[in-house]
């Protein structure tokens, strides 16, 4: 993926949107002014804006509230991934040192809360659209009820698949979703684009998480992104699961993983049992399942250049290695 | 106060909003609904959603908004009470252990999350009233920008007057505002009745604040509520900024709280500052003058046993011992 072809063909929108973030979480206390800052000045893919805005514009025509919508997700999305440091006690974020591990979890909490609420202000400042706030606060409670069934679940090892599938649709999907029907909505777009936005989106985040969840058994960790990760936490995902589905082992391994802080040697045990039952390679087939649907889901939309890029968006997807 | 009373009068609506709390904050998650459950058996003096309640009756009359409005505001306190546990490190709350001794502070966090986002979806639920959103999430922002100028001041130990009256706006009254706001406009008041209840809520909510920070001083353990964490968490309240006022020891008592990680025994020296100095009753002269321009802020409402009650409250709140 190009992020910079993107980036410029997004032009002028993209610009204001990133102003639009600078000047909402600007503050006059000098610690939150600062962090904010530092934030922005190492923003990561900017996955949700980018495909907020692709979506307006292969939808109808973007206006302010395409911007708005833009930023608006992506700040939720940070909003989270603050709170998230806090929850998995991570020290690092995108390569640095996470806001926890600079400030203490008080202030990460504090900061995330303070994303959040800008983040509302943006969408509540949006011309009056009746679901739009509303959408967007279920995705709201959407994060924190996947964030808190992951955390039950992870001590009693008995995730289902359908579990699995809520917890990522929640964590994962519903803030794909709210960016890009919101996008569509903005720009104008037919109820038929609106549902096609909602497919598309709904299916691009579920193969996003899925791809995340296969990097942790299958990453390289020369590129910077720690695997493992998801074992030693006790959580159940799809590899996981799939290497379960075929095997006679069910019990020993679930109870492995509930045991897993006081073995620390069982996380490097169930990561062969799923190598050993092929649980990356099926887990990538139904990765491949989802990314068809996504680009099916896009099929009502008129051809254009951003069209085209939402496709190749949830392609690289399958093959991105961070 | 007569909270039974209070409540009594506020009949059907307290039932109804209640219920509509217990609705939202329902969960097919078990621990998250479990912990709901738990947290609204324990509710403390729910003083927000009486207000709301009152000043929407006292202002003209009250409908689903007032309903929803009056369980929002307190399902945002409650919010950001489970944030502060994480922020100040709390086990207790309300006498009983806090989320976060219970659950941890990830789970504190991500509980925080839902009832914050329970609040924005019930707000956005009421009818297509312009500012409610705006204010709301003013108020969301007011809150988290008012902790962090609090942390940020706690560690140079120069907090002016000016500061300590921005940070218990932003941390108490600006709620106080947006939920007498939001009552007096669901229940249709004119501009002027929206007007009294904002000057009202926000000098009540300023007087309630010095009231806790002259509690931290002045109040008695054995009631429940521990004494002196202000000035172990370095926090400059009301009373040591009187204190300070009329003394020449201001460079070595703000040394001695930048110090006082190191030297826990400076924590009683700067109390005895404070007494000798007659910092309590200095704040109460102020906590005073916030109680009169609340009660003189209601002088536009029409004659109404709310409106007593709502002097009632604020009166009240000088003499409360906890």
């Not at 980018?50 to 992506?74: N, Q, T, V």
């Not at 008995?158 to 990522?168: F, G």
């Not at 030693?232 to 699961?241: F, M, R, S």
């Not at 390679?281 to 990314?291: Q, S, W, Y």
Request: glycine residues 6%.
């Amino acid at each position: 993926m190009d992020r910079r072809r993107i980036i410029s063909l997004l032009d002028p929108e993209w610009t204001r949107m990133t102003g639009l973030m600078r000047q909402s979480l600007s503050s006059c206390v000098p610690l939150l002014d600062k962090t904010n800052c530092s934030i922005m000045d190492n923003m990561g893919k900017m996955l949700r804006p980018m495909l907020s805005l692709l979506m307006a514009r292969a939808c109808g025509k973007p206006d302010e509230d395409s911007i708005r919508f833009a930023a608006a997700s992506e700040m939720l999305h940070n909003a989270t991934l603050m709170h998230d440091d806090v929850t998995d006690g991570s020290l690092e974020r995108r390569g640095r040192p996470s806001v926890m591990s600079l400030l203490g979890s008080g202030a990460a909490v504090l900061i995330g809360d303070f994303w959040l609420s800008k983040a509302v202000e943006l969408i509540s400042s949006s011309g009056n659209r009746d679901d739009v706030m509303k959408l967007f606060s279920k995705t709201l409670s959407d994060l924190a009820e996947g964030e808190i069934l992951q955390m039950e679940k992870a001590g009693t090892a008995d995730t289902s698949e359908e579990d699995y599938l809520r917890i990522i649709y929640c964590k994962t999907a519903s803030l794909f979703e709210a960016t890009c029907v919101l996008g569509a909505i903005s720009a104008g777009g037919c109820p038929k684009y609106i549902d096609a936005a909602r497919s598309y989106a709904a299916n691009a985040g579920i193969a996003f998480q899925i791809k995340d969840d296969i990097l942790d058994y299958a990453g390289d960790e020369s590129l910077g992104k720690p695997v493992g990760v998801d074992v030693a936490e006790q959580k159940i995902t799809l590899p996981l699961l799939e290497a379960l589905k075929s095997s006679d082992r069910v019990e020993e391994v679930r109870g492995m993983i509930r045991d897993i802080r006081n073995h620390p040697d069982y996380c490097s045990e169930v990561r062969r049992f799923v190598y050993d039952n092929h649980g990356i390679e099926k887990a990538a087939v139904r990765l491949d399942g989802f990314i068809s649907r996504a680009e099916e889901a896009l099929v009502p939309l008129p051809a254009s250049v951003e069209k085209d890029m939402l496709v190749e968006l949830v392609r690289y997807n399958a093959f991105r290695r961070v």
